[in-house]
C-alpha cells in the first residue's frame, strides 16, 4: 500500500527559505507522480507544484513559480522521497502542506481529484 510521509513544516520568517520532504514507500511501479498541495484555514486546497514519474517535467503554480523548486530521489526498493524546496516565502504561503500521488506516465495534473495516495500535512508558518 502506498503511504505519504512528510517532513520539514516548521516557522520561518518572511523572506526566509524552508525545504519539505515526502517519503512515499510501497510503490510497486515506477510510474507515480508526486505532487504538493496546501490548504489554508478557510480556503480551498490548493496545488502548489507536482513532478513527474522521472523527475523530468515539472508543474507550479503561478503563485510559487520561481519561488519553489520541487524534486525527486531516484527509486529504491519501491520508495521515493520528493522535495520541496521554497524561498522568499511570505504570510500567503502559511497553510498546511500536503504531499500527495497518482499513476501517471504523462503529465502532471494539479487536480487534487486526480491523486489517489495523500499524506498527513506538515504546518508551514511564515511570520511576518
Known amino acids: 500500500q502506498v503511504q505519504l510521509v512528510e517532513s520539514g513544516g516548521g516557522l520561518v520568517h518572511a523572506g526566509g527559505s524552508l525545504g519539505l520532504s515526502c517519503e512515499a514507500s510501497g510503490l510497486t511501479i515506477n510510474g507515480y507522480v508526486i505532487a504538493w498541495f496546501r490548504q489554508a484555514p478557510g480556503k480551498d486546497r490548493e496545488f502548489v507544484a507536482a513532478?513527474?514519474?522521472?523527475?523530468?517535467?515539472?508543474?507550479?503554480?503561478p503563485s510559487v513559480e520561481g519561488r519553489f523548486t520541487i524534486s525527486r530521489d531516484a527509486a529504491r526498493n519501491a520508495k521515493v522521497t520528493a522535495h520541496l524546496q521554497m524561498k522568499d516565502l511570505n504570510s500567503e504561503d502559511s497553510a498546511t502542506y500536503y504531499c500527495?500521488?497518482?499513476?501517471?506516465?504523462?503529465?502532471?495534473?494539479?487536480?487534487?481529484?486526480?491523486?489517489?495516495?495523500w499524506g498527513q500535512g506538515t504546518q508551514v508558518t511564515v511570520s511576518s
Open positions: 513532478v513527474n514519474w522521472q523527475g523530468r517535467i515539472t508543474q507550479y503554480a
Open positions: 500527495a500521488a497518482y499513476v501517471s506516465y504523462g503529465v502532471p495534473s494539479n487536480t487534487p481529484s486526480n491523486y489517489n495516495y
